[in-house]
């Protein structure tokens, strides 16, 4: 645990202006606004969740609150991780996309988890948004799935809709995951206050460490 204190240290020391600036020492997460109709505001409770259990697991200084920003505005860029999700349709317009892409091309991290509902609506719009990547599904493998905590099947399942195994697909630029959409899983739903969903305490670990995992890979790659 020791090291990965100090892994933290340097971030915020080294990494962190690139976001920031001088004036503050705190990281910054966000929930995407997006058009179109869609929930994008599902969840109220997830991210102040999350980030209370990276604060607490991971020794990050995430400040508390839920930010909201807008998928075309520049304060995007002052945020490394943004969260998405939602049941339905979601729309970027041409400035939105170019916004999205200079923020991910530009080390930004954007977590599209669908909270049933999303995946004929997303996946046009992620191929609008990168018509030179594929969407490809990452392996068990793959050190989104081993950051600080084991997950050798991949993805955990929260909550059951359709009955399919739960996947993450990623766009991956120069070797890094940029955009990583979860698919029937329910990560987001995980992470809400016990009173919402009422899910056993086991598979609300499940959740927040797989989520804390999504959070260590997209502050240190």
Not at 26 to 32: D, E, I, N, P
Not at 190 to 204: F, K, L, N, Q
Request: charged share 20%; with cysteine; hydrophobic share 40%.
């Amino acid at each position: 645990m020791t090291s990965l204190r100090i892994r933290w240290m340097w971030l915020l020391v080294s990494v962190l202006p690139l976001w920031l600036g001088a004036q503050s020492h705190t990281l910054r997460v966000a929930q995407l606004k997006y058009k179109g109709g869609g929930d994008w505001y599902a969840n109220p409770t997830s991210l102040p969740n999350l980030i209370r259990f990276c604060n607490e697991h991971l020794y990050t200084d995430i400040e508390p609150e839920r930010y909201v920003v807008e998928a075309g505005s520049p304060e995007i860029f002052t945020y490394p991780f943004v969260h998405m999700t939602g049941h339905g349709n979601v729309v970027f317009d041409a400035q939105e996309r170019d916004n999205l892409r200079r923020y991910l091309f530009g080390g930004g991290f954007l977590h599209i988890d669908d909270n049933y509902g999303m995946y004929p609506y997303i996946i046009p719009e992620i191929k609008k948004l990168f018509p030179e990547y594929e969407l490809v599904e990452l392996p068990f493998d793959h050190p989104i799935f081993h950051q600080v905590y084991e997950f050798p099947r991949g993805l955990p399942k929260i909550h059951e809709h359709d009955g399919k195994p739960p996947q993450a697909f990623a766009v991956i630029h120069k070797g890094r995951v940029i955009l990583l959409y979860t698919y029937e899983t329910d990560l987001s739903d995980g992470w809400e206050d016990p009173s919402v969903h009422h899910d056993p305490p086991t598979v609300r670990e499940a959740a927040l460490k797989m989520g804390a995992n999504i959070i260590h890979y997209a502050f240190t790659r």
